[in-house]
């Protein structure tokens, strides 16, 4: 019976091999590795959010104004557990749209409270995931249909529900519409100071309602 290595990718890991080019010492690759290192939404995206009622979506906005919809660090779907992700919203199926040639002719035009797709979590909730712009709809990612839960494990940006392109002439409407990265934090901070108020005041009216008139 073999015994297999605690570590599977073991042999796949990186070993320096020393190099002399030209009578100097290269240095391993590794030494220019940065813990830090900008993620790719950092170095090409810009965030924005809209919020559909309270619940947040995130716009990841490209210099070549191609859009990534998706959901927001705060959204309260991934606590939730993602249950399944739905294209078919009813009347039309997002993921039947089909685009052709540089211009994207052919694809969807939608507005920013268009229905993308359905997303329902495991305590039962079911959320109409808007499309946040007014853009043409170039594509959508499919991948979510069949494993939702990448929604719960993927990085920034990667777990997008589609792409949609503003017209040139919206694009700076669109920018002014929705919420700057500073802007959704100060948001979500007011909020989490005016819930406690709010539930504390409620809590004081039934404690009130629950008293007997005195006789």
């Known amino acids: 019976m073999s015994v297999q290595s605690e570590d599977p990718l073991e042999p796949f890991y990186f070993e320096h091999e020393e190099q002399v080019i030209c009578g100097q010492s290269v240095s391993p690759i590794t030494d220019g590795y940065q813990e830090d290192y900008p993620s790719v939404v950092d170095r090409f995206f810009t965030r924005y959010y809209y919020f559909k009622g309270e619940v947040p979506y995130q716009v990841l906005y490209h210099s070549n104004r191609i859009c990534l919809i998706c959901l927001a660090p705060d959204h309260p779907a991934p606590g939730q557990g993602i249950s399944s992700v739905n294209f078919d919203i009813g009347n039309v199926d997002r ?43 170039v594509e959508v990612n499919t991948a979510l249909v069949e494993e939702p839960k990448l929604l719960e494990q993927l990085p920034e940006g990667a777990g997008f529900f589609a792409i949609l392109l503003p017209k040139i002439e919206n694009c700076d409407a669109i920018k002014a519409s929705l919420l700057t990265q500073e802007q959704y934090e100060a948001r979500l901070k007011h909020k989490k100071e005016v819930l406690p108020k709010i539930e504390t005041s409620h809590d004081q009216q039934d404690s009130l309602s629950m008293e007997e008139p005195l006789r």
């Not at 035009?109 to 853009?135: D, F, H, M, N, W």
Request: proline share 5%; hydrophobic share 30%; aromatic share 2%.
């Open 95 to 137: 993921s039947q749209n089909v685009v052709k040639g540089k211009g994207k002719k052919g694809g969807m035009i939608l507005q920013p409270e268009s229905t993308l797709a359905l997303l329902t979590t495991e305590s039962g909730e079911t959320y109409k995931v808007p499309s946040c712009i007014r853009g043409k709809l």
